[in-house]
């Protein structure tokens, strides 16, 4: 009878530690993680911090499926997947997809919905995109520069003083994403309405003031910043707060406009016809996932759109000033204001 009652009671262990173990694994998880191959391919905008954050969380879940990482501007990486149309390489997209693209880059992804989308603030309509971050703009300054030239840089109307020509980088809105939501940001808050005429003639003073300085590579704006190559930079919230935070840069400062600001979601699509397509959709789910948005709330200081975990220290929307956007409208003008935004550049850039 002793015996019997010792298997029972083992028997109820093991039992109890194997459900322990289901409810500690998250269930965005694979049942069998093997199930998804042993390799998935990411085109990505992320720099090499934020993409160790990826594989701290990714590898702990997957540890037999290899990221392999392909980094690029979106520009260029949409660039990359459409030339592979007729035989795709990547699996994903990560990064510097928004949802203010609209429909620009369905050619080269396939629908596939997160299955935790309802722990998510932010859903794509169109069914493309697991959306995980959510970006804010702002200016990125070297207080040093900026003590020297005797100003106080705050504001988006501040960036024409006279004293700052040349001394302000941006990227280039046709090749980055970040360069864009600052372009379509600009329109949105420096006119009496979106992209009236007085929103242009800001922009068109903006490019006269940066005397032809602009970049395709977003990360170059903040590095040049710190550096002193540059007085101020037109960019955006949480990757100021990382090098300030994070990688020590004390010279620098994190800048909302005065004027306002606009909130827009990001996140990844998979590639269409995606050579693992297993692994595709684990990474969009994981992408989604509270594990992973957690992490990168910690060490690369994001703010996200799961719902069930709290994001960093910073303002509140109500503190910024935010102005609400029509998303699919602006999706479906994004090709004409880029184009207006070449010209603009042609003509005033010098």
């Known amino acids: 009878m002793k015996k019997l009652l010792s298997l029972v009671l083992i028997a109820l262990l093991v039992l109890s530690c194997c459900s322990a173990f289901a409810e500690e694994k998250p269930s965005w998880v694979r049942e069998d993680p093997s199930s998804i191959g042993d390799r998935v391919v990411v085109y990505s905008t992320l ?6 954050t990826v594989e701290a969380i990714w590898y702990k879940y997957y540890p037999d499926c290899t990221i392999e990482w392909i980094s690029d501007s979106v520009g260029k990486l949409i660039a990359r997947a459409r030339g592979e149309v007729n035989n795709p390489q990547a699996d994903v997209i990560m990064g510097g997809l928004f949802e203010s693209d609209g429909t620009v880059y369905h050619d080269v ?6 299955t ?6 932010k859903v794509d309509p169109y069914g493309y995109y697991t959306l995980f971050d959510i970006q804010y703009m702002a200016l990125v300054v070297n207080e040093e520069l900026e003590a020297e030239l005797g100003l106080t840089i705050d504001s988006y109307e501040s960036l024409l003083d006279p004293a700052l020509k040349g001394k302000i980088i941006q990227a280039d809105p046709a090749a980055s994403s970040s360069a864009y939501r600052q ?5 949105a808050l420096m006119g009496d309405e979106f992209g009236d005429e007085k929103a242009w003639d800001y922009i068109d003073a903006l490019i006269q003031n940066c005397d032809g300085v602009i970049t395709t590579s977003s990360s170059t704006v903040f590095k040049s910043v710190i550096s002193g190559e540059y007085v101020v930079g037109l960019t955006y919230e949480n990757i100021v707060e990382m090098q300030i935070t994070k990688n020590g840069a004390d010279n620098i400062r994190l800048v909302y406009p005065k004027e306002g600001n606009t909130a827009c979601a990001s996140g990844a699509g998979m590639v269409k016809d995606c050579p693992h397509y297993e692994a595709a959709a684990a990474f969009m789910d994981f992408c989604g996932s509270a594990d992973y948005q ?4 910690e060490e690369n200081c994001a703010r996200g759109t799961n719902t069930t975990i709290k994001y960093g220290n ?4 109500s503190e910024l000033g935010l102005v609400e956007i029509d998303w699919e409208w602006l999706g479906s003008q994004k090709e004409a204001l880029l184009e207006t935004w070449t010209e603009h550049w042609a003509e005033y850039a010098g």
Request: hydrophobic fraction near 30%; proline fraction near 6%.
């Open 47 to 52: 720099d090499d911090a934020q993409q160790q």
């Open 109 to 114: 992804l396939q629908q596939y919905t997160p």
């Open 294 to 297: 957690l992490a990168r709330s």
């Open 314 to 317: 910073y303002p509140d929307d």
């Open 116 to 121: 935790i989308a309802d722990e998510l603030s």
């Open 183 to 187: 372009f379509h940001t600009i329109l």
